[in-house]
T-cell receptor
Framework: GQNIDQPTEMTATEGAIVQINCTYQ??????LFWYQQHAGEAPTFLSY????GLEEKGRFSSFLSRSKGYSYLLLKELQMKDSASYLC??????????FGAGTTVTVRA | DTAVSQTPKYLVTQMGNDKSIKCEQN?????MYWYKQDSKKFLKIMFS???????INETVPNRFSPKSPDKAHLNLHINSLELGDSAVYFC??????????FGSGTRLTVV
């Protein structure tokens, strides 16, 4: 099975940088995903890591260390629209995607 | 065109009723899923179908029965609804477990 931990809440100022950490324990690993979910909406795909290292996509970057069971999502140049819940999800060897409880990020002016 | 569409968006019903939620995807994906998101926002997988065959069946009461008439559709039927079934139910699809796309969700309220 999967055990995925991430902080419950984070607050940051517009224009700042926020790093959301995710640690996981899994019986089989086949990739780590980050999703963004605004209140009342569906989760939308942000990033995918299957090998160690940093994946950069515009203002968002995601890092993975498989040996440490650790990932982070880095949000740069925060905008008010980035206020949302960020979900870390691990895909197991059975291709099942298991989610963490999500981190609610609040961006303040 | 909506990639993954589910209906209805909102569903309010009384305890003991039977209801269905429908899901359709036009992405050509071979795998579809039902997830439940409770009041604490935790997304938990319920079922997964690959090419109309059930491949994941988590510990879900047997009042919940998925049906996949073809690989583009996955419906969820719930019998004898209980208060604890109130949640948002998300349908999703993927191409063999790569790149999940979620529907907009069905908010079920049991009164």
């Amino acid at each position: 099975g999967q055990n995925i931990d991430q902080p419950t809440e984070m607050t940051a100022t517009e224009g700042a940088i926020v790093q959301i950490n995710c640690t996981y324990q899994t019986s089989g690993f086949n990739g780590l995903f980050w999703y963004q979910q605004h209140a009342g909406e569906a989760p939308t795909f942000l990033s995918y890591n299957v090998l160690d290292g940093l994946e950069e996509k515009g203002r968002f970057s995601s890092f993975l260390s498989r040996s440490k069971g650790y990932s982070y999502l880095l949000l740069k140049e925060l905008q008010m629209k980035d206020s949302a819940s960020y979900l870390c999800a691990v895909r197991g060897s059975d291709y099942k995607l298991s989610f963490g409880a999500g981190t609610t990020v609040t961006v303040r002016a | 065109d909506t990639a993954v569409s589910q209906t209805p968006k909102y569903l309010v019903t009384q305890m003991g009723n039977d209801k269905s939620i429908k899901c359709e995807q036009n992405l050509g994906h071979d795998t579809m899923y039902w997830y439940k998101q409770d009041s604490k926002k935790f997304l938990k997988i319920m079922f997964s179908y690959n090419n109309k065959e059930l491949i994941i069946n988590e510990t879900v009461p047997n009042r919940f029965s998925p049906k996949s008439p073809d690989k583009a559709h996955l419906n969820l039927h719930i019998n004898s609804l209980e208060l604890g079934d109130s949640a948002v139910y998300f349908c999703a699809s993927s191409a063999s477990g790569v790149g999940y796309t979620f529907g907009s969700g069905t908010r079920l309220t049991v009164v």
